[in-house]
């Protein structure tokens, strides 16, 4: 005997049902206004459920090899994903047949494997800490025979776990896994070994029929996460991917507080936990760029290079509110140089605190008819305010002035690296628009400087954001020795930054 057939328009069959059957008996609320109630799924979360364990009309095959939960932050990504992770362990994920009435029915595997994968402890948490709070006095413990520990859970009397594992744990090439479930693969780019992770994964599911599922906000296009892959393979209509993602509507002013409700109410669908008037506030604080407002609340995607939008594009006024004629006292200053061999400007910048003011005085060295920039001007002004200012310290990005900062150490300016990564300078750009933004920082309107800051473009990292050129290519050397210089300023007593690219 085969399905039944579909008793409605669009009906399907699923081992999905009994999943949630088994979700809702023993699974609890992990967190949240409804914690420690009974879990019940949202409509949204159980038609995901029985999508993704769709099996085959005729041959019981599942439909899905793999899945991805794309939703606003604070949906509910992570229990629902746990839930899935328990109902791998003890559920019936196994097609067994049909049953008298045509229905399919399952049984639990034999040998289940599941890992719950992130790229670091902190990230596997937002999953497996929620499964171990949503077994927390359950019936479940006793019935399937579950030992449940802070970095693993066993089946007793039969082999079965469930484990975290992480991007930094080494090679896992091989691991006979039944199911994986990826957390946050917004997060998951080749720098951290999310990418990697990710493929070595798909790889060990492969070999016992497993699957995998994943979770992700909205991310960022061009930065090489995860969860943008997966996107684009939906887009090319990738075979066995299911591929779930709700996109509020786009605002076109978010000062609209109807407009913005109706586009949350959207994205965040039936979830009966979320206040939509807090994320309104979220959205409206200052600290939240118009950017996250889009990634996190609404699930749209953003460009990592926004030519349309500048880094202080929505508090215009900021950079104008912090001028302010102060000299910079004579000590415990630092410096900052943004270097360029041709067809580029350079900027040097010096930076001190009086009273409680963040004094910065830049200077643009522009190139000459040549294309080139007179090297000789440039280090002799680092030295006369490394002396002017009692500099105690000169960091450089090494990358492409080591020849230079040796120049200058021989001559015994101390040199201290400051390399222009994405980790030094993601904190560093943000710092710099929090003292601007809050009136802290003081420069003295130089036409130049705000030519620069003004062409700075935000270019969005899995963490905040750096500054670009853009599209539009303009110079931004000042914009971003402002930003070495506040974040060193806090480090060190007195230091000259260093900093460049070779060529334009």
């Not at 887009?235 to 949350?264: I, K, M, T």
Request: hydrophobic fraction near 45%.
């Amino acid at each position: 005997m085969g399905w039944k057939g579909p008793e409605f328009e669009g009906d399907f069959p699923s081992l999905g049902w009994s999943l949630i059957d088994l979700f809702e008996a023993y699974l609890r609320v992990p967190g949240g206004p409804l914690f420690g109630q009974p879990l019940r799924l949202t409509d949204d979360q159980a038609a995901f459920t029985v999508r993704f364990y769709a099996v085959d009309a005729d041959t019981g095959r599942f439909i899905y090899r793999r899945g991805a939960r794309r939703r606003s932050k604070g949906s509910g990504k992570s229990p629902h994903m746990a839930a899935h992770a328990f109902g791998e362990l003890v559920g019936d994920v196994v097609f067994a047949g049909w049953d008298a009435s045509g229905e399919p029915v399952g049984r639990p595997r034999d040998a289940p494997w599941v890992q719950i994968a992130a790229c670091s402890e902190d990230q596997t948490d937002n999953t497996y800490v929620a499964l171990l709070e949503m077994l927390r006095d359950s019936g479940a413990v006793d019935e399937f025979g579950i030992d449940a520990g802070l970095t693993r859970i066993f089946l007793t009397g039969r082999p079965g776990r469930i484990e975290p594992v992480t991007a930094s744990a080494g090679s896992r090439e091989g691991q006979p896994i039944t199911c994986a479930v990826l957390d946050e693969t917004h997060l998951w780019v080749p720098g951290n070994g999310g990418v990697r992770l990710a493929a070595t994964l798909r790889r060990n599911l492969a070999k016992l029929g497993g699957r995998s599922v994943e979770t992700t906000n909205a991310f960022v296009r061009g930065v090489g996460a995860v969860a943008e892959a997966t996107h684009k393979g939906w887009e090319r209509g990738a075979s066995g991917l299911l591929y779930d993602a709700v996109e509020a509507p786009v605002v076109a002013d978010f000062a609209d507080v109807a407009a913005l409700r109706a586009a949350l109410a959207v994205a965040y669908g039936d979830a009966p936990w979320v206040d939509l008037d807090r994320l309104i506030a979220e959205i409206h604080d200052p600290d939240t760029t118009p950017n996250d407002a889009k990634r996190f609340y609404l699930n749209q995607p953003v460009d990592a290079d926004d030519v349309s939008e500048g880094w202080l594009a929505d508090v215009p006024e900021a950079w104008a509110a912090c001028t302010a004629e102060l000299a910079l006292p004579a000590d415990g200053c630092v410096m900052a140089w943004d270097m360029s061999l041709r067809h580029d400007s350079t900027a040097v910048g010096v930076f001190g605190r009086v009273d409680d003011r963040l004094v910065a005085r830049v200077r643009i060295f522009t190139p000459a008819p040549n294309g080139k920039i007179d090297f000789l001007d440039v280090r002799q002004h680092i030295r006369d305010m490394a002396v002017a200012h009692n500099v105690t310290a000169i960091g450089y990005d090494p990358r492409y002035l080591e020849f230079e900062a040796q120049q200058l150490d021989d001559e015994g300016l101390p040199m201290v690296e400051f390399p222009q990564s994405p980790e030094r300078m993601t904190p560093a750009c943000g710092h710099l628009r929090e003292v601007i933004v809050g009136g802290v920082f003081a420069h003295d309107g130089d036409v130049l400087l705000t030519a620069h800051v003004v062409a700075a473009r935000k270019r969005e990292t899995d963490r905040g954001f750096t500054l670009s050129k853009g599209k539009s290519k303009g110079p931004i050397d000042g914009a971003i020795v402002c930003a070495m210089g506040v974040d060193l300023l806090d480090s060190v007593d007195a230091v000259v930054i260093l900093d460049g690219d070779l060529m334009a």
